[in-house]
């Protein structure tokens, strides 16, 4: 049975091979371009607001204007015609399905390890 100190060094050891691996060197840098780039910086800004907006609107039963929609969609377009945005955005979703893939690599030992007790935890 391993100890607590063995899983948080085997997690550490985990973190560092991440750390190195070429999908979060290109996030880091896709993050480091982003920050160099106030209009990107503004768009996405705006692009959020508007969402919240929009969701806002939906929460609470009000309508969606028109206005409200034309707006959204030209910020899309706005985020779709910044590279660094693009490329930002490309590099989280592939940091994404890293950490997803890490997660079920992890999620299917758990799961096939034995239980003590034999039953579910916390029951």
């Not at 999908?23 to 990107?40: N, R, S």
């Not at 969606?64 to 985020?79: C, G, H, P, S, T």
């Amino acid at each position: 049975m391993a100890s607590r100190d063995e899983i948080l060094k085997a997690a550490r050891s985990l973190g560092d091979l991440i750390a190195k691996d070429s999908t979060v060197q290109k996030l880091e840098a896709a993050a480091k371009a982003l920050q160099g780039d106030i209009e990107a910086q503004r768009v996405m800004t705006d692009y959020e607001r508007q969402i919240g907006k929009i969701g806002e609107k939906e929460a609470t039963g009000k309508p969606i204007e028109v206005a409200d929609k034309r707006e959204l969609e030209r910020l899309q377009k706005a985020m779709m015609a910044s590279k660094v945005l693009r490329d930002f955005q490309v590099a989280q979703m592939d940091y994404l399905d890293l950490m997803r893939s890490v997660d079920e690599a992890i999620e299917g030992q758990a799961v096939s390890a034995p239980s003590a007790g034999g039953g579910q935890p916390g029951r």
